[in-house]
């Protein structure tokens, strides 16, 4: 490939993954908006469903997330009734996040967020475990280029 080549927006992978993301993301948001969250709101909800209580910390490492990202975002999620930030006794610099009985109830409404977006994707099983496989060993293999960088 020529050095013209290499910089032809049509053979980027940071831009197809960039643009798949943005559509999947506007595929989210009718479904999200009935639930009165967005998408960032409904990560920080999905990883909480499964431990109803996490530091911020491991909150944002889940989520790969910076504090300067997910503070604000939790701010609006406690302001809208959905999560509780409590600090912790023996370390206040130490914040922990909860989900509120309202938070709890919005998991029931939220079952049928998944369904929807696999048949709006058009991929069939196969592809999509295909496809989210692939995008899971890429990121694997990018953080841990990210962590030799750091060495």
Request: aromatic share 8%; net charge positive; with cysteine.
């Amino acid at each position: 490939m020529s050095n013209d080549e290499y910089l032809k927006l049509d053979n980027q992978l940071c831009f197809a993954l960039y643009a798949c993301s943005r559509s999947l993301t506007r595929l989210y948001r009718p479904l999200l908006n009935q639930l009165g969250i967005t998408y960032p709101q409904y990560l920080v909800l999905m990883v909480l469903w499964e431990d109803k209580k996490q530091s911020v910390s491991s909150l944002g490492d889940r989520l790969l997330l910076d504090s300067g990202t997910l503070t604000p975002l939790l701010k609006r999620m406690e302001k809208n009734g959905l999560v509780e930030r409590i600090r912790s006794r023996e370390d206040e610099r130490k914040v922990f996040v909860q989900l509120t009985d309202k938070g709890e109830k919005l998991k029931k409404k939220a079952y049928a967020v998944p369904e929807q977006m696999f048949c709006h994707s058009g991929l069939t099983v196969e592809e999509f475990v295909r496809v989210k496989g692939d995008l899971e060993a890429l990121l694997k293999k990018l953080s841990n280029q990210a962590v030799q960088d750091l060495r």
